[in-house]
């Protein structure tokens, strides 16, 4: 009851739900009774045996394992408070390594979570004290586990969504459910995956291309989702360059990430490869595969990747030795003139923001006359959102608030989340920075910039399960002859064989006659449509 309380409280203040004690609050108190029942009948067998072994055994037994249970739904709801997903469905899939990073630098173990499992402790005490006294009543049902089936049951007839579920329950069996699942998988055709036909050169009408192969230079921003970018946003107004740039731009307003989290923005993006059952980059041994990287590194290209934090995490360094990439940056290798992310309460910072990150790339030497292949990574738009100049950049989330038209529930998140729209400004920034020296390059006027997001960020409420997918699709160049908003849906999968197809249609490549890609040609559509089937991965699990 109090932690039900506490977690739609939270949410509450954050503007996730519109009333503390709704409907949906009285189902997760449903859901609590349906947990704590099917605990009792569970805990009644060990404590029987073990208080007729001796007594008070059993009784401390089960009043330790009932501690541990409380602090662990504790945990789990303040996770789910800050992500707004339940643990089970996000994090599963990943290494341990991985996790500790991402609690680590999400905020860690802070001392507030300290204090409150001593609160949960001293109450769960102060009310068996006062309780105690009336035990005696419960020996005259019979049999009280029947009570508690019974209650078990009538929650399996009440629909409940991960907000009013029981956290510890979702995650058991999650858990269950992923180490029993049937991944076997059983075809007459040795590779259904491989195709002979071309991908159409949707792209070639809209670019003047030079003589010389254009460098190609990919951004993917942490958390970029469609809410915050572009004509119509949800909440517009706090990415000013982006929204420039989308109408200089061709530009899918409605392009779909291929996975919830982070880990499958590259292999989606950059070779459209299937997923595995955990992600591509989690797989023991990676397939014979073609990637941007590789086609491009064959035709002459020089490839580099760029990101200011480990690039152990997700894989990331393993899949790009696999490709022979040329140059990679991450966290190791900036050296004392670049400053690092703030710490967080917990004293964890994910490594260089988004500014540095630029600025340590636009200092590395770039040799004339070779076609390069760049991919960028951003973190700064991801918890614990401290952007470099915090005051600075809230203050003018503030200007911009008081000067909008964003009004209810909108402005509420906003103003809760006055951090998170923050740092969207500083990325922003670092964007433009990004550009205004990428002009000072003398072969800018032959590059093509792809701007995207891995996925939506998560702190901020989304409208619907979709909202986690929907990210922005900015395709750049001097080059370009025409600009265009594309409203037609695409999603990452169909990037890589698009830019190739281009790329063919105007230079004598070396391309491979079979490929798998899991997308094909963008669709350049101006009007809505939807026509593509498009597989989506929600998580590692």
């Known amino acids: 009851l109090v932690l039900s309380i506490y977690q739609y409280t939270t949410l509450y203040f954050k503007g996730v739900v519109d009333i503390i004690f709704g409907s949906s609050f009285f189902i997760a108190l449903v859901h609590q009774i349906g947990f704590t029942s099917v605990v009792g009948i569970a805990l009644a067998f060990p404590f029987n045996f073990w208080e007729n072994f001796r ?21 789990l709801i303040s996770y789910y ?21 991402t609690i680590a630098n999400s905020g860690g173990m ?78 007459d055709i040795e590779y259904p995956l491989i195709k002979t036909q071309q991908t159409k050169n949707v792209l ?51 392009c779909l990430s291929n996975t919830g989290r982070t ?37 002459g290209y020089f490839t580099s990747y760029f990101q200011g934090t480990n690039s152990s995490f997700d894989n990331i360094d393993r899949f790009l030795l696999s490709e022979n990439v040329d140059f990679v940056l991450d966290k190791s290798g900036f050296g004392n003139q670049y400053t690092m992310q703030e710490e967080d309460a917990a004293g964890s910072s994910w490594g260089y923001p988004d500014k540095e990150l630029f600025k340590k790339s636009m200092s590395l030497p770039r040799e004339n006359g070779q076609p390069r292949m760049e991919v960028y990574m951003t973190i700064s738009t991801h918890e614990p959102f401290i952007p470099p100049n915090q005051e600075l950049y809230e203050d003018k989330v503030e200007r911009l608030l008081a000067k909008s038209s964003h009004s209810g529930k909108i402005k509420k998140v906003i103003e809760k989340n006055d951090n998170v729209f923050a740092t969207l400004l500083y990325t922003d920034d670092a964007l433009k920075y990004a550009f205004e020296e990428f002009k000072k390059q003398p072969d800018y006027d032959n590059t093509i910039f792809i701007i995207t997001g891995d996925h939506r960020l998560i702190p901020i409420p989304q409208r619907n399960n979709l909202s986690r997918f929907h990210v922005p699709l900015i395709m750049y160049s001097p080059m370009l ?49 939807s026509i593509k089937n498009i597989p989506l991965m929600r998580n590692k699990n």
């Not at 102060?126 to 209650?151: A, D, E, N, Q």
Request: aromatic share 14%; hydrophobic share 45%; proline share 4%.
């Open 81 to 101: 408070c800050t992500a707004l997903v339940p643990l089970g469905s996000d994090l599963l899939g990943y290494s341990l390594d991985d996790i500790k990073t």
């Open 204 to 254: 070639g009408e809209y670019f003047e291309l030079k003589e010389e192969k254009p460098n190609i230079v990919f951004i993917m921003v942490e958390g970029l989702g469609r809410d915050f970018v572009g004509e119509g946003a949800e909440y517009e107004g706090f990415t000013p360059f982006l929204d420039s740039l989308t109408k200089k731009s061709l530009y899918w307003e409605n």
């Open 481 to 529: 002859k025409t600009t265009k908003k594309i409203s037609a849906i695409s999603s990452h999968f169909d990037v890589t064989p698009s830019i190739l197809a281009l790329l063919e249609g105007k230079y004598e490549l070396k391309m491979p006659k079979r490929v798998a890609w899991m997308g094909g040609e963008l669709d350049m559509n101006a009007e809505f449509r």
């Open 263 to 299: 880990f499958g923005v590259l292999p989606s993006l950059i070779g459209s490869l299937p997923f595995g059952k955990s992600g591509f980059m989690e797989l023991e041994k990676y397939p014979n595969k073609l990637t941007l990287f590789s086609i491009l590194k064959n035709n």
């Open 110 to 187: 802070s001392v507030s979570l300290i204090i409150g499992i001593l609160v949960i402790i001293g109450m769960f005490f102060g009310l068996y004290r006062i309780t105690s006294k009336k035990y005696h009543y419960i020996s005259k049902m019979y049999p009280f586990t029947i009570i508690l089936f019974s209650l078990f049951i009538a929650t399996l007839f009440i629909e409940g969504k991960p907000i009013n579920q029981n956290k510890t329950q979702y995650l058991a069996l999650n858990l269950y459910e992923t180490s029993t699942e049937d991944i076997s998988y059983n075809s």
């Open 55 to 75: 007594p008070r055994y059993g009784f401390r037994l089960i009043f330790v394992v009932l501690i541990v249970l409380l602090i662990i739904e504790a945990m």
